[in-house]
């Protein structure tokens, strides 16, 4: 049985006068104990707001509709009541964001930020918990750990702020991570280091870790299975090596197919997938994708393609997919 | 690239070294940087000082003064010495020269500047505690309580909103008449007339606060709202409050000043009290005009040093003016 089973997740943001935006809209995955689940699309494909989603962060506002299951270890994330739900968070799966300047409090120095967590999941207090908190900025390699403590956010380094917002989500063992584009605002060198520290921190711990990325480079570095999205739904999920080696849906061909190439010959230009993710189709009256597809033919409008298994696990969701044989034409 | 587990570590830590270097200049915190700018400004120095020469004078004046502001009796000895008719001004040995009950002006003018502040100060306080009180509260509700939060939210700033709509010195009024005339009415009508601005204040910067990504990440680890709304939003919405606390102090001088000249103040004129003075002296403007500027004018520069240095700190504080 997997650690978490999301079961058509679907996420709705309703405003009077306006049409309902349906940001998820159906999503189904599964993640294992211990595996690195990718989930991966362009901005706006629903990423963020499945995370939120699981994590029950949404506003709760009328207007934001959230439908579906999350079945975490037997209880259904979805049902539960703000209270226990907010004794889940930080204790049994925590989140990882993209912007660390941003999610640490710029007024309240390191320390207390880390040690706040320990205090309110394992009912530490002053002085255990401030060598605990040394401990783990130790761990996820931040040197000089009883200085940093003392500092404030804007006193450490992109990468060492990360680093000590990871520290604070892996401080209570999580089962579970949620890493939401965890180092999109970092530069290169800076996302290397921390993806090899979000490595080793699963293979160590046996966390779980949901990684969401727009960046295909990142997942195939990390993740054991890769779900792709597109406006809300899952469009492929498959094996990290069955997808780079057996793409099957049009869209996971074009974003591998537009990430630069370093064998590519200079003046080379990128291929892009054309139009934007704005030329979308209701998935109630088709493909999502066919607005933008090349593979395009009369059976993509209509009605909502399914999901077509394999009997290897990948699936697709997509009625005129890219035959198995030939990955190079995914280069065209 | 293939390195041992150990190797690899070893890399991974000298890197992560190199990228502190740079970023080591010894940091400081949001307060120690306002004050930094604040040096450099030169409004922020002029109102600095002023204010540094007026809390020293109502500190210690009253200790120094060459004269008891209550003695009536200097005045005989004044008007025989001086020849200049009965309120005689200025002279070596009184150096703004008498009021109209023959007391020494410049006594009275020190300890009026101790009555002043503490006025001003007591009255600012007392509306910074409600309004903060008041708006701490609608805006943690507002930001964070769903549903409910939103009916606390308006219920109080409805109430405020009608605290608002009332002219101030109306209502400081109404409140003077209220309680009777004393200095303690006058310090409650003047905090009171400022509490709206302070709960307006707190929660408008409360609500900005509580949609920032660092919130989303503290509950994101469980941390309780409650918890969230004092240690993490709140500090980070104080100050726009301090700034405006500045401020009222000016404004609070100013105002009590101006309840003391209605008579809503303390009637015994024993205790000076610049408001008071300046009250008392207006039957005599047409012989002595002095009387009434004196007072004026230590009203006018006290009110123009907190403006100065509010206005400094609001700048120093101001996120987007930083460089």
């Known amino acids: 049985m997997p650690l978490l089973d999301v079961r058509d997740l679907s996420?709705?943001?309703?405003?009077?006068?306006?049409?309902?935006?349906?940001?998820?809209?159906?999503?189904?995955?599964?993640v294992d104990a211990g595996e690195v689940v990718g989930l991966v699309g362009e901005s706006g494909c629903g990423k963020s707001v499945t995370s939120l989603a699981l994590m029950g962060l949404l506003p709760r506002q009328r207007g934001v509709r959230v439908g579906g299951s999350a079945d975490f270890d037997g209880t259904d994330l979805l049902k539960l009541d703000p209270r226990s739900m907010r004794d889940v968070r930080g204790r049994d799966i925590a989140m990882i964001f993209q912007d660390p300047l941003s999610s640490l409090n710029p007024v309240v120095p390191i320390g207390i930020q880390v040690t706040e967590v320990l205090v309110r999941h394992r009912g530490m207090?002053?002085?255990?918990?401030?060598?605990?908190?040394?401990?783990?900025?130790?761990?996820?390699?931040?040197?000089?750990?009883?200085?940093?403590?003392?500092?404030?956010?804007?006193?450490?380094?992109?990468?060492?702020?990360?680093?000590?917002?990871?520290?604070?989500?892996?401080?209570?063992?999580?089962?579970?991570?949620?890493?939401?584009?965890?180092?999109?605002?970092?530069?290169?060198?800076?996302?290397?280091?921390?993806?090899?520290?979000?490595?080793?921190?699963?293979?160590?711990?046996?966390?779980?870790?949901?990684?969401?990325?727009?960046?295909?480079g990142v997942v195939a570095g990390m993740c054991d299975t890769i779900n792709v999205l597109y406006a809300g739904r899952v469009v492929e999920t498959a094996r990290r090596k069955e997808l780079f080696a057996g793409r099957r849906h049009p869209y996971t061909v074009g974003l591998l197919a537009s990430i630069p190439r370093l064998d590519a010959g200079r003046g080379e230009k990128l291929t892009p997938i054309r139009g934007s993710v704005r030329d979308v189709l209701p998935w109630t009256e088709g493909c999502a994708f066919a607005p933008r597809c090349d593979r395009r033919t009369e059976a993509c409008v209509g009605e909502p393609p399914a999901m077509t298994p394999t009997h290897t696990g990948h699936e697709f969701r997509c009625v005129n997919p890219f035959p198995l044989s030939q990955p190079e034409e995914a280069r065209v | 690239m293939t390195l041992a587990p150990g190797r690899k570590k070893e890399k991974l830590d000298r890197l992560a070294e190199l990228s502190a270097v740079h970023d080591d200049e010894r940091g400081v915190s949001l307060w120690q940087e306002a004050l930094r700018r604040l040096r450099r400004n030169p409004a922020a120095i002029v109102g600095a000082v002023i204010l540094t020469v007026f809390v020293l004078v109502a500190v210690i004046g009253p200790f120094l003064v060459p004269h008891e502001p209550t003695d009536t009796m200097g005045i005989r000895e004044g008007v025989v010495k001086s020849g200049q008719g009965l309120i005689p001004g200025p002279s070596a040995d009184h150096w703004l020269g008498y009021d109209h009950q023959g007391r020494d002006e410049f006594s009275r003018m020190v300890v009026g500047a101790r009555q002043t502040l503490l006025v001003g100060i007591v009255a600012t306080l007392i509306g910074l505690t409600i309004g903060v009180l008041i708006g701490g509260v609608a805006g943690a509700a507002a930001g964070l309580g769903g549903r409910w939060g939103r009916l606390v939210d308006s219920v109080l700033m409805r109430i405020v909103d009608m605290m608002l709509s009332l002219p101030s010195l109306l209502l400081a009024v109404s409140v003077a008449a209220l309680l009777g005339p004393g200095l303690t009415t006058v310090m409650?009508?003047?905090?009171?007339?400022?509490?709206?601005?302070?709960?307006?204040?707190?929660?408008?910067?409360?609500?900005?606060?509580?949609?920032?990504?660092?919130?989303?990440?503290?509950?994101?680890?469980?941390?309780?709202?409650s918890k969230i709304a004092i240690s993490h939003i709140l500090p980070n919405s104080l100050a726009p409050v301090i700034v405006q606390a500045t401020l009222t102090l000016a404004t609070a001088?100013?105002?009590?000043?101006?309840?003391?000249?209605?008579?809503?103040?303390?009637?015994?004129?024993?205790?000076?009290?610049?408001?008071?003075?300046?009250?008392?002296?207006?039957?005599?403007?047409?012989?002595?005009?002095?009387?009434?500027?004196?007072?004026?004018?230590?009203?006018?520069?006290?009110?123009?040093?907190?403006?100065?240095?509010?206005?400094?700190?609001?700048e120093a504080l101001d996120p987007k003016l930083r460089r």
């Open chain 1, 11 to 30: 996420v709705t943001f309703a405003r009077r006068g306006q049409r309902t935006v349906h940001a998820v809209d159906g999503v189904s995955f599964s």
């Open chain 1, 125 to 216: 207090s002053g002085d255990a918990a401030r060598k605990e908190a040394a401990e783990l900025l130790d761990r996820v390699g931040i040197p000089d750990p009883t200085r940093r403590l003392k500092e404030y956010p804007h006193q450490l380094s992109g990468g060492m702020r990360q680093r000590a917002l990871i520290a604070m989500a892996v401080a209570c063992r999580p089962r579970l991570l949620i890493a939401d584009e965890p180092t999109t605002a970092l530069d290169v060198t800076i996302q290397a280091q921390i993806l090899e520290l979000l490595k080793e921190l699963v293979r160590d711990s046996g966390t779980a870790l949901i990684m969401i990325t727009h960046d295909l």
């Open chain 2, 188 to 225: 409650i009508a003047v905090g009171v007339v400022s509490v709206p601005i302070f709960a307006r204040l707190l929660r408008g910067s409360m609500i900005a606060q509580a949609n920032r990504d660092y919130v989303v990440a503290a509950s994101s680890l469980g941390v309780r709202e």
């Open chain 2, 253 to 314: 001088i100013i105002e009590v000043a101006a309840l003391s000249f209605l008579g809503l103040g303390n009637p015994d004129s024993a205790v000076p009290e610049w408001g008071l003075m300046l009250a008392d002296a207006q039957p005599y403007l047409g012989i002595r005009p002095e009387l009434a500027i004196y007072p004026a004018v230590g009203i006018i520069i006290t009110a123009l040093g907190f403006t100065l240095l509010g206005e400094a700190m609001r």
